[in-house]
């Protein structure tokens, strides 16, 4: 990567602020000017049940599949907060690159990371095409996609949807940001799930709804794409892969001048 070519753009980085550390880091190191906005807030549920349900019959599943890193950090400290331990038996999964460090992190054996990731390319692995009769685990926040539960099921598994946080939109006062905006100070947007994106685009009013309009767009995967599309925005830049290094990735790709991929 051009080490100077992202240097002195001002970058919006929309992740929770607790995830959003490696890529503030991996910006400012290319002499970028991130600048941190925060789409989304996640916090514990409001009931733990579901989560401690499914940490005592772990040896019960099959497969456990962690969603995000979210869910593996809720998940995981509860389980040392509980003074339990990970039994041996159940195969883990995780949706992704950043998932699975983060299980390893936490001392974990992951048996399966997708080549492409994201919930179709843990479907693709031929380790789920047949999981008749198994019991899996769906570690995940509230409002997320369905898709892994629904396809499992139709597959003949014994699925189990483990909640492990909430999201929230923040409340946090766009003024900041769009007197930036105002100044030319923001030279692209990144967006890392199609709720920040539209958690985003309800944040900044109107005003900022229409800069956006000449903003470029960096989304990390082709379904966040389709949520800018979808409020009549033009087409990203999207992350060749869904991961830190496939954002900057794209943000090289924007910053040489060269149009989004059809």
Not at 15 to 42: H, K, S
Not at 212 to 220: D, F, M, R
């Amino acid at each position: 990567m051009n080490s100077t070519i992202l240097r002195g753009k001002g970058i919006v980085v929309t992740r929770p602020r607790a995830q959003a550390g490696e890529m503030l880091t991996l910006l400012e190191a290319q002499g970028a000017r991130a600048i941190l906005f925060p789409a989304v807030e996640i916090e514990a549920p409001e009931n733990w049940q579901s989560l401690d349900d499914a940490l005592h019959r772990l040896v019960a599943y099959d497969w456990v599949i962690f969603s995000s890193r979210n869910a593996v950090a809720f998940a995981l400290s509860r389980l040392q907060s509980r003074n339990l331990s990970w039994p041996v038996g159940p195969r883990i999964a995780a949706v992704g690159r950043e998932t699975a460090k983060a299980l390893r992190e936490f001392g974990l054996q992951v048996d399966l990371v997708p080549r492409r990731f994201s919930s179709e390319g843990l479907l693709e692995s031929p380790e789920l095409l047949d999981v008749r009769g198994q019991r899996i685990a769906l570690f995940a926040g509230d409002q997320g996609r369905e898709l892994l539960e629904k396809t499992l099921d139709e597959r003949g598994a014994i699925t189990d949807q483990v909640l492990c946080y909430r999201r929230r939109l923040p409340g946090t006062n766009p003024t900041p940001l769009l007197h930036a905006w105002a100044r030319g100070e923001l030279d692209a947007v990144t967006v890392t799930s199609p709720e920040i994106f539209n958690n985003f685009y309800q944040m900044v009013g109107g005003l900022g709804q229409r800069w956006l309009k000449n903003t470029p767009i960096i989304a990390i995967s082709p379904l966040t794409a389709e949520a800018v599309t979808t409020v009549g925005l033009p087409a990203p830049w999207i992350a060749p892969e869904a991961s830190t290094a496939g954002m900057l990735a794209a943000l090289t790709v924007w910053a040489q001048g060269l149009a989004p991929a059809p």
